[in-house]
């Protein structure tokens, strides 16, 4: 599944949050990296297999992006660099 099917059904990301009893901004991030399967297995749980979890799913333990940029199943921000290190 992915997070326009999952806001079809739930609407609002926060909805999904809530169904989730995850936080908004974590399920908000999900808009870009994609739903992780073990909560798309808990999306079809709850949904009585209304939302069906894809299988070819990323899991956090095995990241689809630069390992540097996720760390404890969360999307991690850049880090600010001083002006003086860029040129």
Not at 15 to 37: C, D, F, H, Q
Request: net charge positive.
């Amino acid at each position: 599944m992915n997070m326009e099917q999952a806001l079809t059904k739930y609407f609002t990301v926060r909805a999904v949050a809530k169904a989730l009893k995850m936080r908004e901004n974590t399920v908000s991030e999900w808009k870009t990296l994609g739903i992780p399967y073990p909560q798309q297995i808990k999306l079809e749980s709850i949904t009585g297999g209304e939302l069906r979890a894809d299988d070819e799913a990323w899991s956090p333990a095995e990241p689809r992006f630069k390992p540097e940029r996720y760390q404890n199943g969360r999307h991690v921000p850049m880090p600010i660099r001083a002006k003086e290190s860029l040129e």
